[in-house]
């Protein structure tokens, strides 16, 4: 019975502390927590952030493992966008600088060619954003980037359209290349959703007329 | 038993019907309700970010007014202005309408609207390899072709919600065939950040404005002491008592000057109420001196809360109590000027107390420095042979007119 005592005056008050704690707590969630970006921050961070919400260190010490989470609430509610829409956009600025360092690891004579970004997601809109981006991210590695889209005839695109993805990308960039449409000075990075179901983005590119998956 | 079996399936059947029936309808009334619900949501959040969005705008031009994206001022075309996916496109026109201001307030930002209905029609070229449709903006050359600008660049704007953060995208394009992307810049805060309502006319960084935000914060306290130089002047008599200044002349109550110092209290963190007692002293040598207090009662009438960098009005209501002594108080005295000079032996026994109730407007910058300017009532000198009156209304008529000059601290 004593010993359930100790264990219960040890750990019954971080045990309470934790129960409704954003990240890791044990009691399921309420709804308004939900709509919550959660992210750890240091202790002192905190302090700065908030003084007062936690106590300043005592000069014998506290003895306690502290940590802070500083949550911030979502600007979209849940139902707003398609789930897997959000959970794209939610990271836009995390893929497109993946993207963005994709291109800017190429071997120097690629990555200093004018890089075209087109996208191609079945939702317009969230193409859009995507595309402007990785466009800003490439740009913020002082790459030369451009506007213009590559075109093709009407009919290779009816062709490339009855393609599977594996073979319809490595023929699209062969036609750019030979329509001139994507110059020797051109590189072409097309970030793709291959599924409407995953949340990640692929990634080739094509140069030469040479098509390269990168992700 | 075929026959219960066939009974069974058809009781099921018809309780399924029956069931079934109202499906549609309830549905439907399921489905309108929640779309109404998240439209209602989009509204409520547009209308939560939109102050972030202009807040990002601003952001955006001040950093073009520290360094110029282009060396001259150069023609730029809005090109495309896109919201959070999930929102209306009620906000594309606020956001287009707020930067639209912003450019035309900051011209040293080099960044010139430019408007050109060619770059965002679509256009159609038909050539030996095909026909290509597109925006103008993105098809340069046909662009020239039909008239298009010559040498301008396309601005292109977007606003992303991820997560917590909102996020506006900028680039600008330079309108040839290759169309090359010359400046670009992110521009992230969260929402959850107070907004800074900068002036558009006034931008100043963020780190500028949160500073000057919380030393106006820190102002605030309850309690300032101003410091108030005020002078009230008396109104002659009307006609009916001039006419004797042929028999006795009649002299006017000279201008009093004072020197007030006291507490004024704020009642609200807004400053929208203001209540103040001061002590007030005046002297001039060889003709009086005095002493006064004063309570006044004053309301924010410029806005529902004290502007933080514009000047704010106030509508005040008060009463003073002042004692005066000296040979020019002797209008005060309601009798003959010349008999009482002539009467008394010295100065000091030419003495005037009196109470006035004062209704007035202030100006005020910065709660630390305030003009004005008031009417006065001072009932004992509704008849006065000596004082007349400023202003006469149905219910009270005015004596004095006072103007005042405060310094707070």
Known sequence: MEFWLFVALFYLPSLLEDAQEPMDGWLPAAVELENLDCEPITVDGARQI?????????????????????????????????????????GLSGHAEEMAALVAALEPDERERTWLVETFHPDPAVGHKIGFAVKNALMGRSLKVSDRAPTLAAGDIQVIGSLEPAAAYPLACTRYAAAGSLGAGDGLLAIVLRDRSETILHAGICTDGRWRWMR | MAVDAVRRIGRGLLAGIVLLAPMPAVADAIDEAQAARLEDLRRRIAGEVQLTVFELLDELV??????????????????DVTVPVGLGTGLVGLVENHLAGLLLSNPDSRVALSHCPSCTAVVVRSGPKGTVVSRGLDNPEVLARVGGPGGRHGLHLDVAAEGAWLVLRARITRLTPDLPIVWSRTLTTAAGAPSLLRESDHLKSAAE??????????????????????????????????????????VSPPPVLWIQTGLELALTQARAWNASFLFGF?????????????????????????????????????????????LAVGPFTNGDYAELVAATSSPDEVRATFGAFHIG???????????????????????????????????????????????SF
């Open chain 2, 282 to 326: 005046a002297f001039v040598p060889e003709a009086y001196d005095g002493l006064m207090v004063q309570t006044r009662m004053s309301r924010l009438i410029s806005g529902s809360a004290r502007s933080l960098d514009g000047p704010d009005v106030y509508l005040f209501l008060g009463g003073a109590l002042m004692t005066l002594q000296g």
């Open chain 2, 209 to 250: 404005a949160r500073l000057e935000h919380r030393e106006a914060l820190l102002q605030r306290g309850p309690l300032t002491v101003p410091i108030r130089f005020s002078v009230r002047t008396y109104a002659a008599p009307a006609l009916g008592f001039a006419t004797r200044i042929l028999e006795t002349p009649v």
């Open chain 2, 361 to 407: 407007l202030e100006i005020r910058v910065g709660e630390r420095i305030g003009a004005s300017v008031f009417l006065e009532n001072m009932p004992a000198y509704a008849e006065s042979e000596t004082v007349g009156d400023f202003m006469q209304t149905p219910f009270i008529d005015f004596q004095s007119l006072g103007a005042e000059v405060s310094f």
């Open chain 1, 50 to 90: 908030a003084p007062g919400r936690i106590p300043e260190p005592s000069a014998r010490g506290d003895f306690l493992e502290r940590r802070a989470v500083i949550c911030r609430e979502r600007l979209m509610s849940p139902g707003i966008r398609r789930a897997g829409d959000d959970a794209m956009l939610s």
């Open chain 2, 62 to 79: 001040y950093h073009w007014k520290q360094s110029p994206p282009f060396a001259a001022e150069t023609p730029v075309v809005l090109a």
